[in-house]
């Protein structure tokens, strides 16, 4: 039901930090291994390079020598100058500017495209070759040297593959040749000698290659083989970690942690919009009494038939997880509320009758993720709208209003429940403010003589005059007061009050009655109730006999021991005890026979519920009448309204009557009108 902005927090920030180093350490293997690729890769190039300039530059000196050599012989005449070239034995061609092969000797075997060794450039770093200009061509038959676009590489394949044989036959004088034209330009680049040189690699040179590549291979291997079984470990530890971290220990199943991991992820895909998703928890409420009576290794067998027996009815897309002690967290998807409601009470009937031999009490908090239908909204959505954390917490709250319920059955969390929720937690808050700041006021409501309609009574009964909440009545705090223990506190300031006022009213020199004050149960657990009472009123120096106490019936329920000498005790001291509520519980009856008290009072139901007006009804009530007084016990209708009423619970002899009819509880000082009159 929440559509929270607010972005958190450890988990997320867990799970960020998870995936990072997952990715980091992934992207750091591929940035090393792409460093020492290139690395070696630059590094041995630039060594073949070197070597083969080298080898090339000397040949380069021949062919210049030749060259020069030429144009001399063109320049004087002397001789023929192809004969100067000719003598040096070897393949060459001379092209004219327009590439026409003006002269050829032996066969032209010279490559396509030539290779500028002006600058033998490896990346970004240029070696100056020291030759103006300074071609290389590769061998067309023999591609030992490849020559592509701007593009110089050995051919190492074929390096290896002669050393090997260089190497087989084992002579350290025996060489590898590779091929390659040189062009040497003449005649102020009116013509190109091209020069068939035969670079030779030694079998020792060839040897140290071979050696130096297979070492870094190696080294290259190694490497990579380490980094993998790195990366292999670092994930396998990654996963293990991780299904630790989601596993639950007692179920073997899903935990909490994994729950709202995997439950985010649903939400953020969005699928779901089209129909809905509820959250929900379920509470296995008899655990920790099963453990007590059984054991917690039994317990915890329970808990996994528990696990099992939810997780086999989860749909595609549907979470189950054990959250903790009795508690399981499930992730439904519905798409319609009363099938989700069947589907609900379905699953908690099922879980009920998961043991033989036992009838379990399971509840279920729903907290359904619904979203105001208009469209543009959904479009808009995103998935870190809901924090699945509150939405959890709402199904936990909503099943743990129903905590102390016998009988399974399931809660929906909705806007009202949020506001009762807030409001009990609003109250808990202000409600020692409230006391210290005289925020709780009496009011008074007279009982009257039906039979004479004079006053002869009357109840003190508190309410909540708050500066920013308002007039609050009883029923919106009283309850919760019982439930946090605060009505204690609550009953001492009403004894106190209503003590106050009558020492007042009489000093006042009013007639005063008796005046009845609620006191609940919770207080009937305290030994010395009677004591405090006594000594409360005694301050306020009022005689005890116009106080009376009355106890809720359902008080009765409690150590009836105590009860029966709390109640003696008050009565030794002079005040009155009344019981209140009658009829509205089962023993009454059975309470009225052990406790010695000296009033009843008649629930309002009698004149108000299905039984107000009827035969039956009225039988009920006129016998309750008698019994009391055969108890020597004074009798006061509640809720009485109607005229009707009044006469025939006149004509019944019931001696008081409070209610509308006669008057609403009303401000002391109203009161007071009332006891002049
Ligand atoms: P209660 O003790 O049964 O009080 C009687 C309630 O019935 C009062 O509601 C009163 O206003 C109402 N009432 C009386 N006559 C009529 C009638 O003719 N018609 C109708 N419709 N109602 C009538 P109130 O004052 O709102 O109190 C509600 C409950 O709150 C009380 O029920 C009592 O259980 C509790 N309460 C009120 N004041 C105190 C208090 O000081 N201490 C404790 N412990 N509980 C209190
Ligand atoms: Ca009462
Ligand atoms: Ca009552």
């Known amino acids: 039901m929440t559509y929270s902005g607010k972005r958190r927090r450890y988990r997320k920030k867990y799970f960020r930090l998870r995936k990072n180093r997952i990715w980091i350490s992934v992207l750091m293997y591929f940035i090393v291994i792409a460093f020492a690729v290139v690395f070696l890769a630059v590094f041995v190039s630039a060594f073949m390079i070197f070597a083969i300039k080298g080898k090339i530059a000397s040949e380069h000196d021949t062919d210049q020598l030749l060259a020069k050599q030429y144009v001399r012989e063109i320049k004087t005449e002397t001789r023929n100058p192809y004969n100067v070239i000719d003598e040096a034995g070897r393949d060459y061609f001379i092209r004219d500017k327009n590439g026409t092969v003006i002269y050829l000797k032996g066969r032209n075997t010279c490559g396509e495209k030539g290779y500028d060794f002006s600058t033998i450039s490896m990346g970004v770093v240029g070696i100056e070759s020291g030759f103006d200009e300074y071609k290389v061509y590769p061998d067309s038959e023999n591609d030992s040297i490849r020559i592509a676009d701007n593009d110089f590489a050995v051919n190492y394949k074929r390096v290896l593959k002669d050393t090997q044989t260089l190497l087989d036959s084992a002579s ?20 190109t ?48 970690i ?53 054991s917690i290794a039994e317990g ?110 399931a809660v929906y969390f909705d806007e009202k429940f ?17 006391l210290e700041n005289n925020e709780f006021v009496v009011y008074y409501q007279p009982k009257y003589d039906p039979r004479t309609n004079t006053l002869r009574g009357a109840e003190a009964l508190i309410r909540w005059q708050s500066p920013d909440l308002g007039f609050v009545t009883p029923y919106r705090f009283i309850p919760q007061f019982e439930k946090n223990g605060f009505i204690t506190e609550i009953d001492h300031y009403m004894i106190s009050k209503v003590a106050k006022d009558q020492r007042r009213w009489l000093d006042m020199g ?70 209140d509520d009658f009829g509205s519980g089962y023993s009454s009856l059975n309470s009225l026979k052990d406790m010695p008290l000296d009033v009843l009072k008649l629930d309002a139901e009698f004149f108000r519920g299905e039984m107000a007006g009827t035969d039956r009804g009225e039988i009920v009530v006129s016998e309750a009448i008698k019994l009391a007084k055969s108890l020597n016990m004074r009798t006061v209708a509640e809720g009485v309204e109607v005229r009707e009423q009044v006469e025939f619970l006149a004509s019944q002899g019931c001696d008081m009557i409070q209610g509308y009819y006669f008057a609403k509880p009303m401000p002391a000082a109203d009161y007071e009108q009332r006891m002049k009159k």
């Open 510 to 579: 009013y007639k005063c009655v008796p005046i009845s004050v609620n006191v609940s149960r919770a207080h009937f657990i305290e030994s010395d109730l009677a004591e405090q009472i006594r000594d409360m009123v005694d301050a306020a120096g009022t005689p005890h006999e116009l106080i009376e106490i009355e106890l809720t019936e359902s008080a009765f329920f409690d150590d009836k021991k105590a009860m029966v000498t709390t109640i003696n005790k008050l009565k030794e001291y002079g005040f009155s005890v009344s019981m």
């Open 242 to 294: 991780t299904k630790l971290f989601f596993t639950d220990i007692v179920t073997k199943g899903h935990n909490r942690m994994w729950y709202l991991y995997r439950g985010e992820q649903i939400i953020r895909r969005r699928h779901w919009l089209k129909s809905g998703l509820a959250v929900v928890n379920i509470s296995f409420v008899d655990y920790r009494r099963f453990c007590v009576c059984h």
């Open 193 to 240: 000698i091209f020069f068939k040189a035969c670079m030779r690699i030694t079998a020792e040179e060839a040897v140290f290659a071979y050696i130096m590549l297979v070492a870094l291979a190696a080294l290259m291997l190694l490497m990579f083989l380490v980094m993998l079984i790195d990366a292999v470990s670092n994930a396998v530890t990654q996963n293990r």
């Open 418 to 434: 949020a506001q009762d929720q807030k409001w009990i937690d609003t109250v808990q808050e202000r409600q020692q403010s409230a």
């Open 300 to 409: 915890e067998q329970i808990l996994q038939q528990i696990y099992a027996c939810i997780n086999s009815r989860m749909g595609r897309k549907e979470l189950c997880a054990h959250t903790s002690d009795g508690s399981y967290a499930l992730m439904l998807r519905y798409s319609d509320e009363a099938l989700l409601r069947r589907r609900i009470d379905e699953l908690l009937q099922g879980l009920q009758s998961i043991d033989t031999g036992h009838r379990f009490t399971f509840h279920a908090g729903v907290d359904i993720i619904s979203l105001p239908d208009e469209s543009a909204v959904k479009l808009f959505f995103k998935g870190s709208d809901i924090d699945l954390e509150i939405e959890y917490n709402n199904a936990c709250t909503a099943q743990a209003s129903i905590e102390s319920s016998d009988d399974s059955g």
């Open 172 to 191: 350290p004088k025996e060489y590898i040749e590779l091929p390659v034209w040189l062009a040497v330009p003449v005649l102020d680049g009116e013509q």
